[in-house]
């Protein structure tokens, strides 16, 4: 029997299959991206999950009543769930992090895609929220610039193409610096320029 969780919709779909034996299959999209395996490799998604809930609820500042109330579960429901003790449902990881005030898709998609090291830090500033924007913007941005060529478009160049913005965005991080570092720093008699000539009499 196979139970099916559709998340990131409409934008990215986001699909774990749980079968009876399971085994999990995580797709973006069309595309199956990773975790195909056993209950071990199951219980080490369950146990990235709790990390990550863990964290967000460590950081939103709220007890964890409070949490528990906002999210609609018994508190000893979300002990549970932060200790990694019950299996973690899709939608209740996602209500979760929406109360903790995190970016809920960006903390899911990396930590289920084994990026749990990134997730943490990209989380405490503006990173994770840029993440999650970048995410929902993709989609339709690749639609207008490709339209019907979307079909011809190969997995194998995601890793080229994800470089490629990366690559992008430290140049234009690099530009903005040295804009501000060129406005904070005058030229070489600049500031003489701005005060204008000096008068005969003013050298006295």
Known sequence: MWLQARFFDP????????????AVTLRIGAWPIAINGSKKKTMD??????RILTFAADSSGKPRC????QVGIHKDTLLRVLRGDRPIAIEEAERILNVC????HAAVLLTTTGQGELA?????????????????????ALDAALG?????????????TAQLIARALARHLAEFEERDLSIATPRAGEGELRRGPIRQGQMQ
């Open 120 to 140: 943490q830090p990209w989380l405490r500033n503006d990173a994770g929220a840029f993440f999650e924007s970048l995410l929902s913007e993709l989609a339709p």
């Open 148 to 160: 019907e060529r979307i079909a011809d478009v190969r997995p194998r160049w995601a890793r080229g």
């Open 101 to 104: 005030g995190v970016p809920v």
């Open 66 to 69: 409070e949490i528990a109330g």
């Open 45 to 50: 998604t369950n146990d990235r999950l709790a």
């Open 11 to 22: 934008v990215l779909f986001f699909l774990l299959s749980y079968s009876a034996r399971g």
